[in-house]
């Protein structure tokens, strides 16, 4: 009898590494940057709203701060009490869609429950929205126009683009459908010629439906939801969850973890986002590079290729 031959069972998936993918686009953008600031006698501005003191949104704003510099940008983080009222931070966003000097407007979310986010964000002038958050920015880039788009999908596509190449005819499932990373997603792939499902809250049978999928995105704010028996052979996985464990000992910070179960699925995908380390870096580099395009949108000046 002949010996059997090996099964080659499941090997394990790469990780994606979007610090690095992050660290390689800020440097294009500080080059960029430099030269604009010669073309224009000034250097790009992005200006940051702070409504309050959450902590999560203090880091991910002092984070910004320090990325702008880094990149030869100016600007300033406006830090207002949690008890602004809606018509100071309505006064602070016009004045900077006023100011020349300023290129991108960021205001952090989420807002102190008094404040109407959505009438905030569509008070920011769409020229200046670099979270792409504005409905002007979402119809363009539903219609398929320039648009600024919001950073964290960017950030997606562009991970997934550098490690497939062209997404033209692949199967993408998205499970999330919110305004801020799955929607944009789903449009994006779209643009890029991906034959994309939506998945959310209410789809049946998620597991078997994100099983067809070549690319695998989850975008759903429940820690390791998707599961390793839910991953293709050879699929691209993008994690975009953020989610934080309980502390496992008192006074001890909780571990953060992602949407999927990484172990498992990394055992069946071809190349997976870690979290930390994967999509989490490249959400402040979109950031910088939608401040650039703004810039050079603004000047009349050609897009800087990224
Ligand atoms: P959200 O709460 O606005 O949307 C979550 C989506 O998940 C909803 O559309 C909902 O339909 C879907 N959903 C909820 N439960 C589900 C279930 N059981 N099955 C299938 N779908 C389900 O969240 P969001 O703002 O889109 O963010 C999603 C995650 O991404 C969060 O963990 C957030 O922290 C993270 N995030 C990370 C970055 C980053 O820079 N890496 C940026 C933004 C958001």
Redesign the pocket.
Known sequence: MSPALPTGGPTRGRAIDGKAAAAALREKVAEAAREFSRKALRKPGLHVVLVGEDPASSVYVGAKEKALNAAGMTGAVHRLPTDTSEGDLLGLVRKLNSDPAVDGILVQLPLPSHLDEAKVLDTIDPAKDVDGFHVVNAGKLAVGKDALVP??PA?CIRLLKAERGDLSGLHAVV????N???KPMAQLLLAENATVTI?????RN?PELAKTADILVA????PE?VKGDWVKEGATVID????RLPPAEEGGKGKLVG?VAYDEAAKHAAAITPVPGG??PM?IAMLLANTLAAAHAREGFEAPSL
């Not at 998945?199 to 789809?203: D, I, K």
Request: net charge positive.
């Open positions: 950073c964290t950030g499970i999330g459908r919110s801020i990373v799955g998945a959310h809250s209410r789809t998620l975008a759903v704010g429940r939801m975009v969850g953020i989610n949407d999509v989490g959400t």
